[in-house]
């Protein structure tokens, strides 16, 4: 059984920053594509950012481009989300996710989903 557990959110000020992890289990994790979703209050839930299962390939929402990292560490069963200048509207419940293919933008694609850990940001 797949399970995936996030980890890292909390409270940060605007311009400020904090690292997402999600720890992995039940899966071949070195052959899986990673991603990152997030879901604001009243608000449909969002792709944030993907890395390919080899960690060489990232791809990110245009309203994170610049401001956030995706990254995997494949002996650790880990991947990480770095986000940097951290904007009120960023707050969310973030979550993270194993897809079925790369690069995907789509819910549908990702097959197994975390709990979440809830980010907020404020101004």
């Known amino acids: 059984q797949v399970q995936l557990v996030e980890s890292g959110g909390g409270l940060a000020q605007a311009g400020g920053s904090l690292r997402l992890s999600c720890a992995a289990s039940?899966?071949?994790?070195?052959?899986?594509?990673m991603g990152w979703f997030r879901q604001a209050p009243g608000k449909e839930r969002e792709f944030v950012a993907a890395?390919?299962?080899?960690?060489?390939?990232?791809y990110y929402s245009d309203s994170v481009k610049g401001r956030f990292t995706i990254s995997r560490d494949n002996a650790k069963n880990t991947v990480y989300l770095q986000m940097n200048s951290l904007k009120p509207e960023d707050t969310a419940v973030y979550y993270c996710?194993?897809?079925?293919?790369?690069?995907?933008?789509?819910?549908?694609?990702?097959?197994?989903w975390g709990q979440g850990t809830q980010v907020t940001v404020s101004s």
């Open positions: 890395v390919s299962w080899t960690g060489r390939s990232t």
């Open positions: 039940g899966l071949t994790f070195s052959s899986t594509s």
């Open positions: 996710a194993a897809s079925r293919s790369y690069p995907s933008t789509r819910l549908s694609d990702f097959h197994s």
